[in-house]
């Protein structure tokens, strides 16, 4: 069984573009997770997408936004990059019993470098 | 607002030997827990949990204790494999489908 799968391994930036970051859960999980873990730092939860939706949102700006498509695979634009915007992007899925377990499966992530 | 603590950044363990990784809490409504490991250029993958109702869970070399009153969790791992070096994160699930993590410890294993 495919685990998570990010796209793409490595992105470089310049300050004040955009960037797009890809994300295709396991087959079956309809719950995507993103988190930023900057360096030195623990992952920080950005936004939880279930069943095309937002369900949570972290403690970041707007210009981080997402979306889920039907198939449940999952993007991540970070508008007018800035600097300290340079991270691993993780993104996670889980299922109905991942929802209540907590259980959820990490794909390798997304270096993204703002230069 | 750190509300998972490890603050050991890195440890260093003979081959064999008993590996401990500590996380501490504060807030008590956290009554789930859960250990990811992560190599480099690789997700975190989910290890073991432990429920608040529990103070101990194992599974294999591994064991996690839970001290609700200290607010503070640790892993167990023995013996000690070089394979077992990676970075460790504990993490606590919030509302939402968040999962509030460490700043993680890097496990050195040493032949």
């Known amino acids: 069984e495919a685990g998570v799968t990010q796209s793409p391994t490595h992105l470089i930036k310049t300050r004040g573009q955009q960037a797009t970051l890809r994300c295709s859960p396991i087959s079956g999980h309809t719950s995507v997770y993103w988190y930023q873990q900057a360096l030195g730092l623990g992952l920080q939860f950005l936004l939880w997408?279930?069943?095309?939706?937002?369900?949570n949102r972290g403690n970041f700006p707007p210009r981080f936004s997402g979306r889920q498509f039907p198939n449940y695979s999952s993007e991540l634009n970070v508008n007018a990059l800035e600097l300290e915007d340079s991270a691993l992007y993780l993104c996670?899925?889980?299922?109905?019993?991942?929802?209540?377990?907590?259980?959820?499966?990490f794909g390798p992530g997304t270096r993204l470098t703002v230069t | 607002d750190q509300q998972v603590k490890q603050n050991s950044p890195s440890l260093s363990v003979q081959e064999g030997r008993i590996s401990i990784l500590n996380c501490d809490y504060t807030n008590s409504m956290f009554d789930y827990f859960l250990w990811y490991k992560k190599y480099p250029a690789e997700g975190p993958t989910f290890l073991i949990s432990?429920?608040?109702?529990?103070d101990k869970n194992e599974d294999g070399r591994f064991t996690v204790f839970l001290n609700k009153s200290a607010k503070h969790l640790s892993l167990h791992i023995v013996p000690s494999q070089p394979g077992d070096s990676a970075v460790y994160f504990c993490a606590a699930p919030n509302q939402g489908g968040k999962l509030i993590f460490g700043q993680g410890t890097e496990l050195s294993v040493k032949p």
């Open positions: 997408y279930d069943e095309g939706e937002e369900r």
């Open positions: 996670a899925s889980s299922d109905r019993l991942g929802q209540l377990n907590y259980e959820q499966y």
């Open positions: 432990i429920s608040s109702i529990k």
